[in-house]
């Protein structure tokens, strides 16, 4: 049986991969930190390969750069020992639900899911911090002082003379403002995009505090040719008379794809003011239609010939146009009745255009006003609807009519995409996403991450008995489920308005499992067991899934075999006993089961004869299932 790792993979390992394959004349061998040989890429093989004019040192060069983004960078890609841990008392409907919500810094809880949901996240859609000054609650150890930003960043040498010109030197506001900001957005957006499909993409809101950064981060992480566009939402309606200076009514929400090639935007419903103007005055049993221009500016000597009208009136195209269809053309339109003079016959020949044959939608704009999109208000009062038994406990929703749009416009055709949001503040995505289901009949599917950020004590949400935006969150979707089931006309449809809670924490296993080599016998003798002591056997199952790339909404079940507890996953996928005093007969139970993976723990085994029959035992009966202990 392997070892399983019970942390994730280090991702500057799969790129190394992917250099390896495209050039694997650039790899090469060193010794390790543990003085091991290891595999390595040679550099300066690597810019030999890719450039014969190397860029290098101080030329000059376009860039975006920020004091401590090669440590954001790096920190991406580190891997994490830290692992989810069900919470069954806070979920809802646990086992069936597919729906998940996560609590934990992002950054980690984003690592842990690229284990399993490495390219299968349809749409992101993130409501970042704006940066308004304030410390972040995602910190991630670069919150700098004023002397440590200014030695970072370069504005004086080792003796404290300064080396840039005053004028030049970026101020507390325009320096570490922003880049405490970048060092917070950097590495999650990188670990995002891995977790895109290829047809996949991301939606941000932001204001115009960040959004020229934004925009510049994401295209370096996403590529600046995987832009689709800027969109404005008016969020409000009308101007704040107190402003200093302009009234800020607007949200910017950037919009990228992971492959601009493999994504097209679906249609918004046509309104139906544009449908009105379809009218059938001569009963056409094609139905409704509108008069268009037969003619176009650009001029076509072809196309510049006369057309005779039922009361012999000749028409010409008007000056420096032409018709937009050739004699010949248009003479087959006029035969089959698409070409009108009008009600009395007399008027310029214009085309018929029938509803029953135009674009079923309308392309999607730039700007997004809140009568289509929704307004911060309508977004307070979804909420206050929801918790009408107590005051208000969030300020700043956004509005379920936004995601909707937003889903609607990114997904595929099935309605069952997985849809993410990181930082997902009171779940509009989780209310969006059960609405949508409710209406179509979808079955998409929400992961729901947000940092447990303590209210203030003497905010509404705090009085009300909330200590943490979370609880607030959980709640909403647990209210949010119950209406819609209660109000929408489901028709037998199983709604799915349950959803698992997981609470990121330090792994369940102790040092002693990942660094054996930095324990002597005595330690070993002291501390057999190498699971922390207030680990469950589901915490352990939540820490395997991942490196097992099975989801973590998977089905899970539980039977008893032989006297001990096992779980099953996705049927028989995955079986795994955490039990002690496992003998050969729950084995060999097991093992006629023919899964596909079965992890048990080394100490599960209720003697070492156990222990020596395991593999011949899975041999005999099931020689093709992945065997893995921990």
């Known amino acids: ?155 004086f040498d080792e003796d404290g003379n300064q080396v840039l010109d005053p004028m030049q030197r970026n101020t507390e506001s325009n320096g570490r403002f922003h880049t405490d900001w970048l060092n917070m957005i950097y590495p999650r957006l990188k670990v995002a995009r891995d977790l895109l499909s290829e047809d996949g993409v991301i939606f941000i809101s932001m204001d115009d505090g960040e959004i020229e ?24 309606y009308g101007a704040a008379n107190d402003a200093q200076y302009l009234s800020d009514v607007h949200d910017y929400i950037l919009l990228f794809c992971k492959n601009k090639k493999s994504w097209k935007p679906n249609l918004f ?14 009963n056409d049993p094609r139905g409704p239609w509108v008069a268009t221009n ?121 309605h069952d995409d997985i849809i993410l949001d990181f930082f997902s503040g009171s779940a509009t995505t989780a209310d969006a996403v059960m609405q949508k289901n409710a209406e179509d009949g979808g079955h998409r599917k929400y992961i729901c991450v947000q940092v447990a950020e303590r209210t203030n004590e003497k905010s509404v949400a705090r009085l009300e008995g909330f200590n943490a935006i979370t609880e607030i969150a959980k709640e909403r979707i647990r209210r949010a489920g119950k209406k819609i089931k209660e109000e929408a006309d489901l028709n037998g449809q199983d709604l799915d308005t349950g959803f698992r809670v997981l609470k990121l924490d330090s792994s369940n296993m102790e040092d002693v499992y990942y660094t054996p080599e930095d324990f002597n016998e005595n330690d070993l003798f002291k501390s057999v067991d190498n699971v922390k002591p207030d680990r469950t056997p589901l915490d352990l199952l939540f820490q395997v899934l991942p490196e097992l790339n099975i989801e973590l909404s998977a089905k899970i ?42 992890v048990m723990r080394d100490a599960s085994a209720a003697n070492d004869n156990v222990l020596d029959n395991f593999e011949q035992i899975f041999k005999h009966y099931s020689p093709d299932t992945i065997r893995k202990i921990l």
Request: proline share 5%.
């Open 1 to 155: 049986m392997n070892k399983l790792k019970m942390k994730t993979h280090d991702a500057s390992e799969g790129n190394m991969a992917k250099i390896a394959a495209l050039f694997p004349q650039c790899v090469t061998e060193r010794k390790g930190k543990d003085g091991t040989v290891e595999l390595a890429i040679d550099f300066d093989k690597l810019r030999d390969e890719l450039s014969k004019d190397l860029l290098d040192g101080a030329e000059e060069r376009y860039q975006f750069t920020w004091p401590d983004k090669r440590a954001a960078s790096r920190l991406a890609n580190e891997a994490t020992d830290k692992t989810l841990r069900p919470d069954l008392d806070a979920s809802v409907d646990f086992w069936n639900t597919q729906n998940l919500y996560i609590e934990g810094d992002n950054l980690d809880v984003l690592k842990v899911l690229r284990e399993n949901y490495l390219g299968a996240i349809k749409m992101i859609y993130i409501d970042p911090p704006y940066n308004t000054g304030n410390d972040f609650v995602y910190n991630d150890d670069f919150a700098q002082g004023k002397d440590e930003y200014e030695q970072s960043s370069g504005l």
């Open 213 to 236: 950064n934004l925009r510049k981060v994401c295209d370096e992480v996403f590529g600046e040719h995987n832009f689709v566009n800027q969109i404005v939402w008016h969020k409000k």
């Open 294 to 414: 037969l003619s176009v500016r650009t001029y076509s000597a072809a196309n510049d010939y006369e057309i005779s009208g039922p009361n012999g009136q000749v028409f010409l195209p008007p000056p420096s146009r032409s018709w937009v269809v050739s004699k010949e053309r248009y003479q087959e339109l006029l035969e089959d009745g698409r070409i009108t003079f009008g009600k009395d016959g007399n008027s310029r020949p214009y085309k018929k255009t029938f509803l029953s044959e135009v674009q079923n939608g309308i392309v999607p704009t730039t700007i997004w006003g809140y009568d289509e999109a929704g307004h911060n208000i309508g977004a307070k009062s979804e909420i206050r609807d929801l918790f009408s038994d107590m005051k208000v406990p969030f300020d700043t929703p956004k509005p379920t009519k936004l995601i909707k749009r937003i889903i609607h416009m990114a997904e595929n055709p099935s």
């Open 557 to 598: 079940e539980t039977q008893d075999v032989n006297g001990k507890k096992v779980f099953f996953v996705d049927d028989t996928y995955l079986v795994a006993t955490f039990d002690t005093e496992v003998n050969e007969s729950t084995v060999t139970e097991i093992a006629k089961m023919k899964p596909q993976y079965f």
């Open 269 to 282: 419903e046509r309104p139906d003011e544009l449908n009105a103007k379809y009218h059938n005055p001569d």
